[in-house]
């Protein structure tokens, strides 16, 4: 079985600054694609920023220049630094990553999430 734990999480204020970080354990032979995403109440889960196994990235346009991610294949960890938060960055953040097993399958998984709020 393969787990992804978010942290890093928590409260701050306007214009500061967090960082999320997610590990992926379990019986994993390789990490493919890792991205991640939030939830807002009453909104629908977004991506909001990938980075595949060689490390291109890709961002929404709402943290373009503001957020980047990154990963650490020898920890099975993917990062997301946010800088300049604003209140409307508030959300449960969730980290996913395409992960083969020791059994060669594929499959999508998905971390428990981590609160992020932004107050003015």
């Known amino acids: 079985q393969v787990q992804l734990v978010e942290s890093g999480g928590g409260l701050v204020q306007a214009g500061r600054s967090l960082r999320l970080s997610c590990a992926a354990s379990?019986?994993?032979?390789?990490?493919?694609?890792m991205g991640w995403y939030r939830q807002a109440p009453g909104n629908e889960r977004e991506l909001v920023a990938g980075?595949?196994?060689?490390?291109?990235?890709s961002y929404a346009d709402s943290v373009k220049g503001r957020f980047t991610i990154s990963r650490d294949n020898a920890k099975n960890t993917v990062n997301l630094q946010m800088n300049s938060l604003k209140p409307e960055d508030t959300a449960v953040y969730y980290c996913?990553?395409?992960?083969?097993?020791?059994?060669?399958?594929?499959?999508?998984?998905w971390g428990q999430g981590t609160q992020v709020t932004v107050s003015s």
């Open positions: 996913n990553a395409l992960i083969i097993t020791s059994d060669l399958k594929w499959q999508g998984y």
């Open positions: 379990g019986s994993i032979l390789s990490i493919d694609n």
């Open positions: 980075i595949t196994s060689g490390g291109s990235t």
